[in-house]
């Protein structure tokens, strides 16, 4: 069949092994309806990405970790790219007629989350291929869009947007500097209690539009603390997070594999100091590696005493430090930092690590400085 | 077709169709009075019809909702009968005619108007001409994907807007539509296609799903309706998507018999005529400062050369493609054959053969106009070159 094509829209081709390959990375989704986002979505983003980096000079990234933006296709439509410094959204759709680009509200409302272009995607999966038709900017959006409150989006139609992603090629070498974002508000922050109650609530996968359920601000609150959004992205999956110290228990083993993490045995090196011989038996602790600017890590969670935890991240390359610039940050489920929550290796050493007293049910999430390539953000439950 | 001759009726006349041939231009006397009027307040230049085309669309823009849309649109006959007969010809697969074209076209002038770029457009006669082309392409290809489409896959291929335009084309009225539009939301949630089931041909959805679509509208409906209205059955909303069908199917293909309805320019009356004066008269009297003209057309020879500069510059197989495709108005599929590549190859090397053009003229504009460039005029720019390799390549529209 011949394709008909306005010549200044970009087109790319989905071949066959593009398309498996989104659809086995989509396979882990909660209903059938986010599994096919996620689809469209991560086609989306797989097609694309090379034909970017070939169109111009910057280096093209998905915005987050791989796993990071299938949490986000898990809720809402749409994934994005980082294009030097700029950040772009695409959007895609089936909708064989291109009147419009309907715009979910996280995209252009949530701080963090406000890129400087938009672009309006056409999927076409029997046809094979897909269609950049049209982008247009934050500050156009907030300018010109409609805002829809019945399905909180943005729409602008096909005329307010621009057809030739030349111009967004054009833009980016010869005006960089041109303000393609406008201000928005900062969405007010929720209690660790509201968000973990908004979690039980929207986790159950009967509540099929999950993103319209509460309003938006509650939503958008809940989503921007990316521990909570993908608490509830594996809540919805039906993976149940229990305390750490449950995690623990042999019989856990095959449970914490589900969160990346695995039961290692180590011999606690403070019992002699209180002399207390009784317990001086192998414990369980968790382990997770991690790879850090391309290099292997582990950070490991001990149990030191009763509600004394200790965090510890080595290298696991022979022989290997830390070097200096790494920090490992603890904060509290709402993202707050506390005294001692950070240990930074100014100089190069053979171990990061931080203590902490917590009391059962307390939840922490853990950093690293630099990200992990494969961060999760998570709220771990003591 | 006969062409027009006259200023006057240039912007006052339309293209009557006999079955689907030309049949004559019918004058609309409104129109024409409005154009009678300015040409007498500057009798004493001489004016070109492009002169006039690029008033009214500066007036348009000032005035979207006034009479200088329908002077463009009269304006617009001629070529969009052209566009429409070239298209039409070169789609071998369909029993199309002329008049199925001009329909389509004609109903996408505000794609025209709007893309043009009234300031540094040299004329507004080859961007339409390449913009109706696009667009009569356009529906072609979607009427083409719908017809292989089951009713329940041609559900998940429109866009809320193109469905609320169906219907309120079917004579909804907006209460019914929202609920409508509802249903369908939540058929597109619940009745999900998946990789072993091929998106063009779902089947029809099974009890369970129906049951399923109807549940998740009775919950939502609360929240989503300005009027909630009644608990439906499943039946209800199997009813409802299947007129939504038959609305996105018919709004696909307009009758053409109502071509020939009453034009925009309908008589009515001198008061909307006398409050658009002012505005009309200053904006006249600065298009015609001789000054104002001079620029224009010193700023039109320049793009023109640091165009062709750009394109002497290109390879030749760059040169030979735009040749064939703007020149020979070959499609991206025939050339790709006769280069012995595929359409993406060609529609991607095209694309970066006009990249090229893009990038020399926004650089000019930004040294020697000093204009800052944003995403605005970038998007000018691309119109521009659009305009510009239609004319170049074929001159005679």
Not at chain 1, 16 to 41: G, H, V
Not at chain 1, 325 to 349: C, I, K, M, S, Y
Not at chain 2, 314 to 329: H, T
Request: with cysteine.
């Amino acid at each position: 069949m011949t394709l008909l094509f306005d010549p200044t829209q970009l087109v790319i081709e989905l071949p066959e092994s593009l398309q498996q390959q989104a659809w086995s990375k989509s396979q882990n989704a909660a209903t059938p309806n986010s599994r096919w986002q996620s689809y469209l979505n991560q086609l989306t983003l797989d097609a694309f990405i090379p034909c970017a980096t070939e169109e111009q000079e910057a280096t093209v990234k998905p915005w987050l970790n791989s796993q990071a933006l299938a949490n986000i296709s898990e809720l809402i439509n749409g994934t994005a790219i980082r294009l030097g410094d700029a950040r772009l959204v695409l959007i895609p759709s089936e909708a064989e007629d291109i009147e419009e680009l309907r715009l979910p509200q996280e995209w252009v409302d949530i701080p963090e989350w406000v890129a400087d272009y938009y672009l309006a995607v056409q999927v076409n999966i029997d046809a094979g291929f897909i269609r950049v038709w049209g982008y247009t900017t934050h500050k156009q959006i907030k300018n010109t869009a409609i805002y829809n409150p019945t399905d909180r989006t943005y729409t602008l139609d096909d005329t307010d947007l621009i057809a030739d992603l030349n111009a967004l090629w054009v833009a980016r070498e010869l005006c960089p500097e041109e303000k393609t974002q406008v201000a928005v508000s900062p969405i007010a922050a929720i209690s660790p209690t509201q968000a973990n109650n908004l979690i039980q609530r929207l986790g159950n996968t009967e509540i099929l539009l999950p993103r319209l359920a509460v309003p938006f601000t509650l939503w958008a609150a809940l989503l921007q603390n990316s521990a909570w959004r993908n608490g509830l992205v594996e809540k919805r999956r039906g993976m149940e997070r229990v305390s750490v110290l449950n995690w623990l228990q042999t019989e856990a083993a095959n449970l914490v594999a589900e969160f990346g993490w695995r039961q290692v045995e180590f011999q606690p090196s403070t019992v002699g100091a209180r002399g207390d011989t009784a317990i001086a038996m192998p414990h369980n602790a968790l382990a997770k590696q991690l790879t850090i600017a391309g290099r292997p890590y582990e950070l490991k969670i001990l149990p030191i005493e009763a509600d004394t935890w200790r965090f510890e991240l080595r290298s696991l390359a022979l022989g290997a430090m830390i070097p200096g610039g790494f920090t490992l940050r603890l904060l509290t489920e709402d993202r707050q930092g506390f005294e001692g929550n950070e240990d930074t290796a100014t100089t190069p050493v053979e171990m990061l690590y931080l203590e902490v007293a917590l009391e059962t049910g307390e939840g922490l999430i853990w950093e690293i400085d630099p990200t992990p390539e494969d961060y999760q953000a998570e709220v771990l439950r003591f | 077709m006969i062409p027009r001759q006259d200023i006057a009726q240039i912007f006052s006349t339309f293209i009557q169709f006999d079955f689907d041939r030309f049949s004559n231009w019918v004058s609309d006397p409104r129109l024409r009075r409005s154009i009678s009027k300015c040409l007498s307040e500057i009798a004493q230049q001489e004016t070109s019809e492009n002169f006039w085309a690029i008033y009214w669309h500066k007036r348009w823009q000032k005035q979207p909702q006034g009479i200088a849309r329908d002077h463009l649109l009269a304006y617009l006959q001629e070529v969009c009968f052209w566009s429409a007969q070239k298209t039409i010809r070169g789609f071998t697969s369909t029993q199309y005619k002329i008049p199925d074209g001009f329909q389509i076209a004609i109903a996408g002038v505000d794609k025209v108007l709007k893309g043009f770029n009234g300031d540094r457009g040299f004329n507004l006669k080859s961007y339409a001409s390449i913009t109706f082309s696009n667009l009569i392409r356009e529906l072609l290809r979607q009427r083409q994907e719908i017809d292989i489409c089951s009713e329940w896959s041609l559900l998940r291929k429109l866009s809320q807007k193109r469905l609320d335009e169906s219907l309120q084309n079917a004579g909804l009225s907006a209460e019914v539509r929202e609920k409508y539009i509802l249903a369908w939301n939540c058929f597109k949630n619940i009745y999900v296609p998946d990789r072993s089931n091929p998106t063009r041909r779902l089947a029809k959805p099974s009890p369970e799903a129906w049951k399923a679509i109807a549940n998740l509208y009775n919950q939502e409906k609360k929240g989503q309706l300005s009027a909630p209205g009644e608990t439906v059955k499943p039946e209800i909303t199997e009813k409802w998507l299947l007129i939504c069908v038959k609305a996105a199917r018919s709004y696909l293909y307009p009758n053409v018999t109502s071509i020939n309805q009453p034009k925009p320019g309908y008589d009515s009356g001198e008061i909307a005529d006398s409050l658009v004066g002012e505005i009309e008269d200053s904006l006249l009297t600065e298009m015609i400062v001789e000054e104002e003209v001079q620029e224009r057309n010193q700023q039109q020879s320049q793009i023109n050369e640091i165009l062709i500069s750009a394109l002497g510059q290109l390879k030749p197989d760059e040169q030979k493609l735009l040749e064939l495709y703007y020149g020979q108005k070959l499609k991206q599929g025939d050339i790709a054959q006769e280069l012995g590549t595929q359409q993406y190859t060609i529609s991607r090397k095209l694309s970066r053969v006009r990249k090229s053009l893009l990038k020399s003229l926004s650089l000019w504009t930004k040294e020697t106009l000093h204009i800052s460039l944003t995403s605005d005029v970038l998007k000018g720019m691309s119109a521009v070159i659009e305009e510009w390799l239609e004319s170049h390549y074929h001159s005679n529209p």
